[in-house]
């Protein structure tokens, strides 16, 4: 009988992986606490209108990459693609937004069926900050800021890049795509097979493209800014001026569009040139009308999604994990013979509690005492105490340094608390 494998683009987290995306996020909490956001979990399977009608029907997503399925009462359910209409659902549904702000924060799995590369599979994880009921560039700056301080906290400020751009209003949009399709018709067969596609269903994504043919047609193309209104302009400004304020370097990049169809007004995206193609690592921007698409009252909304994967990706190519991350025990605690086993089990509960935040590892088992030595190398404590015949009889715990000196002292029960601390790394 053949062996069962995981499903292609779905991959197991092993204990080494896990340890890297606990520390990622950790330093996530952090962040997200320091600005007073909300965490918010959502359910991983949705209605499939959810996002037909949040998304839009001529999206790639929908088209082509959603996960949907029939359940047994034949209703259309799918697995998320991304998290905002999601979030908007629970808001909704809960009255979280009936005369109130929000700032609220999501982490979790996110899938979508698309040829798995590196730093793009079809189970990915996302953070998502997603904020409503404020108009101003001042939110739109905010969770530009809280993305920074993550990238500071990680290490890697200096290795992305803050894309900027504006998508104005609803009405200039719709003025550009008509001037844009008007351009494009006389250039249609020389555009690339998406591009064509596109061109009267979601012609703004064409500006996306990355056929070098298609972007040169587009040098001549009408210019976003060209179409934009005086509030769009000025809430743009606003926003870079803040930006600026707070030294935030960004480019600005007028072909910048986001692939989902509720944005409007602020988008951006952070990139870095160390991931090769897969260089987004976090996308966002204002999507003031989704709230009443979906059946509320019109809200205003800024928000972003960040790729965690490529995130950790990043992490590991410029070698910023900190060398303890993935350390899991601090002390090995050995005993040999079965009296020997249950004191030394008693003790070690005894220490658990003195130590809130102490790493150890029992032997369980049983074994020889060099094989037991094998064990406790091999865990990477940083120290094994130790329980035999006259350990016991003496009321004492042997406890050896396995790393430095491999010094080895025994001490009695009543200063085991103390000398253990001085032992260990602080």
Known sequence: MSQIQSIRGMYDLLPGDSSRWQYLESKIRQVTDAYGYSELRLPIVEQTSLFKRSIGEVTDIVEKEMYTFLDRNDESLT???????????????????????????????????????????????????ETFGMTGPDIDAEVILLSARLWKQLGFFDHVTLELN????????????????????????????????????????????????????????????????????????????????????YVLNPRLVRGLDYYGKTVFEWTTDKLGAQGTICAGGRYDGLVEQLGGKPTPAVGFAMGLDRIVLLLETLELFPSDVGHNVDVYFMAVGEQEELFAQRLSEQLRDEFPGLKMQMN???????????????????????????????????????????????????????????????
């Open 166 to 249: 504006t998508l104005g209003s609803s009405e200039g949009r719709a003025k550009y795509r008509k001037a844009l399709v008007d351009y494009l018709e006389s250039y249609k067969d020389r555009l690339d097979e998406d591009s064509q596609r596109r061109l009267y269903s979601n012609p703004l994504r064409i500006l996306d493209s990355k056929n070098k043919k298609t972007q040169e047609l587009l040098d001549e193309a009408p210019k976003f800014d060209e179409f934009l209104d005086d509030e769009s302009r000025v809430h743009f400004e606003q926003l870079k001026q803040r930006l600026d304020n707070a030294g935030i370097r």
């Open 79 to 129: 697995l998320r693609p991304e998290g905002t209409a999601g979030c908007v659902r629970a808001a909704l549904q809960h009255g979280l937004l009936h005369n109130q702000t929000q700032r609220l924060w999501y982490f979790g799995p996110m899938f979508r069926y698309e040829k798995p590369q590196k730093g793009r599979n079809r189970q990915f994880y996302q953070l998502g900050i």
């Open 364 to 426: 369980c088992g049983g074994g020889s005492f060099k094989s037991q030595m094998k064990k406790a190398d091999k865990s990477g404590a940083y120290v094994a105490l130790i329980i035999g015949a006259d350990e016991l009889a003496r009321q004492q715990v042997a406890i050896k340094d396995l790393r430095t000196t491999g010094e080895q002292i025994q001490v009695g029960f009543s200063e085991l608390a103390v000398q253990l601390k001085q032992k260990l790394p602080q």
